[in-house]
């Protein structure tokens, strides 16, 4: 068992090797900010309490990830339209092998006029460029507004898009038949596609505009994708968890976070070796995420299944 155990350590660690010493790959940072315009005049009218769940996605490298115009919704989307809850989705998006970083952002204030959230620091690649982000629009029976992998490279896909602002609208998720804020609930059965919404109360009307600033631009070095190589081991764990890589004395911090969406562990790390032993005792069985934040104010994201 400690010889099989051995073998795939260092199989594991050959793997974070050639990784550390694969190909440079230009990236970019950017800023995003939603600002609602939500209205009475353009929109019918605002009900009371009006307000949106979190501004939740990810990037990642192929179009139409976690949702589609056309489709059905995933019970993450279903969930996060009908009731603000991103639990499901965010698994949905760190269980992919297309994702690159999980984004959330509370708004402040959060009402019609006056929402607004931001994401900053969104690092995009040549390979992860697209940007999905979503957010229920409330009350509502499943209305959401959505950014659908917007790409960021420009039309030659030879360089990174400059600073743009973008019109946001609102969709419904078929999953509920309501018709208007405050309908009672009313599952539709069988679900239908995602659809914008062009009736009352929205009239094909944006709700918003999305801008989208643009910070920097570089070729990547393995420096700067220090935490992309870092990686949780053994995954799935009974128990014993080491993160590993030849990078970790960059690390600084490591949160953990249930799945759905509540920090339980908040750990400073600073240490020279190229292991890090996670105490993950005081957990119960289940699927977390794992975010590694390193001293460049760069992070990375993983899901963590303890049996």
Not at 82 to 106: I, R
Not at 266 to 291: A, C, H, M, P, Q
């Amino acid at each position: 068992m400690k010889k099989t155990t051995l073998l795939t350590y260092l199989a594991f660690s050959l793997v974070i090797l050639f990784s550390i010493n694969s190909h440079s790959q230009s990236s970019a940072i950017y800023d995003v900010t939603f600002n609602s315009t939500w209205n009475a005049s353009e929109h019918t009218s605002i009900p009371a309490n009006d307000h949106y769940s979190n501004l939740v996605g990810a990037t990642h490298k192929n179009e139409n990830e976690y949702l589609e115009l056309g489709q059905n919704a995933s019970t993450g989307i279903k969930n996060m339209a009908e009731l603000g809850n991103n639990g499901t989705f965010m698994n949905e998006v760190q269980s992919s092998t297309n994702t690159k970083e999980w984004l959330d952002s509370a708004f402040s204030p959060n009402n019609a006029e006056n929402g607004s959230a931001t994401i900053t620091n969104i690092e995009v690649t040549e390979e992860h460029h697209l940007l999905t982000l979503v957010s229920m629009i409330a009350p509502s029976p499943d209305w959401f507004i959505a950014i659908n992998s917007l790409d960021l490279r420009n039309d030659l896909n030879t360089d990174w898009k400059p600073s743009f602002t973008l019109d946001v609208f609102v969709y419904d998720s078929g999953t509920d038949s309501g018709s208007n804020y405050n309908s009672a609930n009313a599952p539709t059965n069988p679900a239908v596609a995602i659809s914008m919404i062009t009736a009352a109360p929205f009239n094909s009307n944006k709700v918003g505009e999305l801008v989208i600033t643009f910070k920097s631009s570089t070729l990547s070095t393995p420096e700067f994708e220090s935490v992309e190589k870092l990686k949780l081991f053994p995954n799935p764990s009974y128990g014993n968890v080491s993160i590993l890589g030849s990078s970790i004395a960059k690390l600084k911090s490591v949160e953990i976070y249930n799945i759905l969406g509540s920090k339980v562990k908040d750990i400073s790390i600073s240490t020279s070796n190229n292991r890090f032993e996670l105490n993950t005792s005081d957990l119960n069985k289940g699927v977390y995420l794992v975010k590694m934040n390193d001293n460049k104010g760069n992070s990375k994201t993983q899901k963590l299944v303890l049996q």
